[in-house]
């Protein structure tokens, strides 16, 4: 996302020669600052284009320094440093996004005091041309800086977006050991979509991907009264936390070591065994929010031989509450891609009524660099 495959040639070949190696100091940062003296030399030369793809790229390797999740200090500096070059390169684009910091004044005292996403309206937006609204739920590993790379599709389709991280991951102020802190954030991003009066708030979705995909289905019952629609990629509700699956998702298809990441997400820190005890607690089948009286339009979309998150849990949603809608693909794994960006793109386009093409959107992803 955002990448260039020469940018990491150099990585990869440094990687190569030692053994030992301080992956983050020594490989990855040196070329991101490489790129980012790119940038801001083409910035200064007045050639914006230029200078946003290379912020953008110089974001993307900062991702992999961080990557999966920033639990150093090294991979947290990265972290910061990725959201700088993300912030310049999104800003110089055509079709410009801001990021935006709004007070989460639904939260307790003991999380974060401020949730900052991606804001993007198309070109030509106004009060009196309102825009329906996407909002992307990030997942595991790809954070804002990433998913922005669905901004310019939905732009040049006339639609809103917004990209934002879900608890545990980015800069969610969410408490993630608390099960009831989702409810809280989704509540204050609510209220600040509500009085924003370019947005046509009966035309509002949400797209969650992988790890995003337990909150998509979680926001669509509790916050079912407030979204036309919402998507659920690759994610899971129950047996996600089993304590069998846990202790074997490291050798699967995920090539680093996902039960940790999944514990240092939901808050555990370093203390696998603790997570895969008490994880079950996290259960939209033990928490009885699957069993809720009350569904948004929800639509599960996943590869059936997914090692990630197991296909067994779009089936446990299917058992429960309200009638969902479902696409499985067979063969493919983690959230079926490509087929699944084709089934979830026509999907949204007639849960805002418009006319759309998903090859033609899908063209607009960043993948081969100009410059």
Known sequence: MFSKYEDFEPIVAELIKVIQIDVHNSVCVPKAEELLAEA???????NKEKASEIYLRASA????SRFPAPRSEKQRYAWREGKKAAAKGLALRERPTKEITIPHKHGLKNEGKEIPFYYHLPPGTSNDSPVPLVIVLT????????????????SQKGVGVIVLEIPGTGDSPADPKDITSPEREWSTLFDWIDEQPEIDHKRVACWAFSTGGYYGIRLAHTHHDRLAGAVALGGGCHYMFDERRLSHVNHLEYPFDLANTLAFKWGYGDDLEAFKKEGMKFSLVNDG????????????????????FPIDDYHECLLRGPPKEVRFIKGLKHMGEPESFHII????YKLFDMEGNPADQLKTIPSRPKY
């Open 40 to 46: 801001e030399k083409a910035e200064r030369e007045g």
């Open 61 to 64: 390797v900062y991702r992999i």
């Open 139 to 154: 997942g595991l590993d790809g954070y804002r800086t990433e998913l922005a790379v669905w901004i310019e599709g939905w």
């Open 289 to 308: 929010t699957l069993d809720g009286p009350d569904c948004t339009k929800l639509l599960l979309v996943n590869g059936t031989e997914d090692e990630i």
């Open 345 to 348: 793109l026509k999907w949204i």
